[in-house]
């Protein structure tokens, strides 16, 4: 199954803002799971129904995010480099009834 799941950029999250990296980072994980999940949830069709969207978004989204800063996050844009392999990649760990955690 071949699904795009779309990574929202809070960037006035990320921006700046006297954040410190740990807290953007944080912010940008949490608004990227939820994105994934809306996303996920409003184009599933019925035969998924039960399929566990939130273990697939925060494997999909801890992959995306490991080695980069919270500046090179800002800079991530939907179904950019390494998105659609890292989503691939958590949905056949799940399959295989692996954890959800990055590599």
């Not at 480099?81 to 692996?98: D, K, M, N, S, T």
């Amino acid at each position: 199954m071949r699904r795009r799941v779309l990574l929202p950029i809070a960037a006035a999250a990320l921006a700046g803002c006297g954040a410190s990296e740990e807290a953007a980072r944080d912010a940008f994980r949490r608004g990227s799971i939820e994105a994934c999940l809306t996303s996920s949830r409003q184009a599933a069709p019925p035969a998924l129904a039960g399929f566990d969207w939130e273990r697939l978004c925060a494997c999909a989204t801890d992959r995306i995010m490991a080695g980069k800063s919270a500046r090179e996050l800002t800079g991530l844009r939907p179904g950019g480099p390494g998105q659609h392999e890292a989503v691939a990649a958590c949905l056949a760990q799940i399959r295989r009834g692996g954890g959800s955690s990055a590599p």
